[in-house]
């Protein structure tokens, strides 16, 4: 390579005084051989990013940014959550080359040279692809599949199986900060910068020690978190099923006319059964009718870019 790239490698860090040391060791020898083999720039880095963690995770980084010069570190005032920590370093930190990495390193480092060597055959984004699930319970595969199924019928674009293990040229970066969005969640929001990308796979290894953060209370709100970002798909159940009831009460009305005629009725229950449902139906639809305003309110208000430039001559 003629002219190697500086890389920073931004990993977010809650909780994590058991494995930090050893993930920092595995990450600055993959980086000095990257060096080594001029595939990056010599004043690459990794930059852990304290998320307010209340053991010794800030100490550690403290201690190794001393010991190695390859490592720097970002505190945040309180736990933000994964994404915006690790939005806080790709915005706080100088880079050619982003590449953003979970502090249990169960994301397979060594691929990092191939998002390295995609990005030189021109690739913006690099997309880190999960091949196989085979260390994850069934608990998490089933749930991970139905997230990535629901995503999908809601009309949000994810890579499947990808999760925040990716690389990020500087303009993606650039492109990113565009989005002033406060509900994050970046495997959603990287798709739309719409750069070219492809995908690299691996196999997610155990996590080393430490256990996860990300219980499956914060998965189910992180998955919510997405679809009601990303979609206004669920307020369009008022409008559908609201239609459906109209449409069923109109059924219903002529059985009910059916029964009044062959007399299996008492007095009343014919009106009375087809207005129920019919004002069921009107005032599901009517509430879908709000939904939809709703819905584009709170498209304008994220205030997205409405289009970022790839090239310029
Ligand atoms: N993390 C964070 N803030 C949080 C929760 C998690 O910065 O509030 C970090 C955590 O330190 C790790 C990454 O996000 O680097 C992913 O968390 P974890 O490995 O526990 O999730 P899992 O792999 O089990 O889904
Ligand atoms: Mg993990």
Known sequence: MENPKQLAIIVPAYNEEEILKQSAKTLVDLLQSLIEDKLIAANSYICFVNDGSRDQTWQIIEELSQESKYIKGIKLARNFGHQSALLA?????????????????????????????????????????????EVDGFLKRATALGFYKLMALMGVQTVYNHADFRLLSNRAVEALKQFPETNLF??????????????????????????????LRKMLSFAWEGITSFSVQPLKIATVMGFLMC????????????????????????????????LGGVQLFCIGIIGEYM????????????????KKL
């Open 89 to 133: 370093g790709l915005f706080e930190m100088q880079a050619e080359l982003y590449v953003s990495i979970d502090a249990d390193l169960q994301d397979d480092e060594k691929v990092i040279r191939e998002m390295v060597l995609q990005n030189n055959g021109g690739f913006d984004v690099v997309y880190g692809v999960r091949a196989k699930r």
């Open 186 to 215: 970046l495997r959603g929001l990287v798709p739309l910068i719409g750069f070219v990308s492809t995908s690299v796979f691996y196999n997610r290894k155990a996590r080393l020690a430490g256990e996860t953060k990300y219980p």
């Open 247 to 278: 449409f069923v009460s109109f059924i219903l009305l002529l059985y009910s006319l059916w029964a009044h005629y062959y007399g299996h009725t008492e007095s009343g229950w014919t009106s009375l059964i087809f207005s129920i449902y019919f």
């Open 295 to 310: 819905g584009k309110v709170y498209k304008e208000v994220k205030h997205r870019p409405r289009f970022i430039i790839e």
